[in-house]
C-alpha cells in the first residue's frame, strides 16, 4: 500500500522534472494544515497565510537540492515552523505581539457575544499565550494531529523532550481552564464522561 | 500509584499510548482517588475542546497568489540566467567594447569622424550578428539602447578631450582601462559650465 511519504515522493520527483500540476497537489495536501498550525502559532491568519505561501515557494525554489531520505512533510513543516519562530521573534523585538489579534485580525470567533465566554474560546487564547516551545509541540501534536514521531523529527529534538513540552503544555492549559473546567464538572455531576454541550 | 504518575498516566491516555497494566493500574488509582478523578475530568475536556477548536483553512485566491509569486520568481530567474556571463555573451559584450573603443578612441584623439564611424559600423554589426536570434523588437532595442551608449560616450569623449592638454587622464583612461563608469565627468564637478559642442561633432553622433 502506498503510504503518505510515497505519495509525497512521487509528487516530489515529478516536481523535479517541473511538473506544476504535481506541485499544485502537493500545495493541496498540505496548505490547510499548515495555515492552521501557523495560525494557532502566529493569531494572525494573514501573516500565517504569508508564511505559508513563503514555505511553498521555498519548497518549489529548492526542489533540485530535496534529499529523499527524509520524509518530505518533516521538510516542508520544518520551513513552515523556522519562518513562524522568526516570526515571533522578530515581533517579541518589536512588541508587536497582541492576544487581541486573535480577535481582531483573525477568525470570527463563534462566540463573540458579550457574556461568559465558552470554554473553546477561553482554550483558543490560552493556546495563543503558551510559551512558544509548548505551544509548538502542543499545536503539532494535538491540534495538527501528527504522531510523536513526527514532531521529534520536524522540532529536531528527542521523543522524549516532544512528550515532555506536549505534556507541560496541556499541564498549563488545565491550569488556565481550570475554573471553567470546574464549572463544567460541577453540572456533569462529578462524572468521568466529558460534557460535550457547551 | 502516586498522584504524580497518575497525571503522566492521563496524559498518556490522551494519546492512546498506555499499555494494557497500564491503564488498569489508572484505573485503580482513579477508584480510590477523587483528585485524580477531577484531573483525568480536565484532560479529557481539554482534548476533546482542541479537537473542536476551529480549523483555519486557506482562502480560495491560495493558490493564485502562491502562483504570482512562483511566475515573478521564474522571470527573475530568466532575467539573472540572461545576464549570468556565458562565453557567447561575454563575446557579444566584448564586441560592442570594442566598437565603444573605436569610436570613443577616434573621437577622443583626433575628433575625426572616420573613427567613429567604424566604431558605429562595427557595433551595428555586432548587434545583427549577435542578436540574430532575436525578434525585431529586440533588435531595436538594443539599437536603440547602443545609440545612446554611444551618444553618451561622444559625450564623455568630448569631454575628455577638452581635458586631453593634459596627457595623463588620457592615458589612464586607455591603457590601464579605467572603466567609463569610473570617469568622473566634469560635468559634475562645481562651477562647470557645459561647452557648446560643435556641429560635426554632433552629426557623429546622430550617423544612425
Ligand atoms: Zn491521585
Redesign the pocket.
Known sequence: METQKDIDHGLMRRIQQDDFAAFEELVERYKDRLVNVLFRMLNERNEAEDLVQETFLRVYKHRQEYDFTYCLSTWIYTIALNLAKNELRRKKKFKFFSLFDLQAKGVELEDTKPGPQSLKIILEKAIATLPVKYKTAFVLRDVDQLSYEEVAQILEVPLGTVKSRVNRARAILKDELRPKLEERRALSKGTLVPVRTM | ???RK?HWYLSARCDDTLSEKQRRDLAA?LDE?P??RR?AFYFSEIKGQTAGVEKIRARADFNLRLQAKINAWEVEQETLRDHAPSSWRTLRELSVWAAHYFAGLGNILFGQRRFAVVGVVTALLTIIIWTGYDSDEQLVDNTAALTQELADLNQIGYELRLETEVADPLRDYLISGVSLSDYTSPRSQPNYVMPTIPAEQVNAQLIF
Do not use: K, L, P, T
Open positions: 500509584m502516586r498522584c497518575a488509582h482517588c483528585s485524580c484531573e
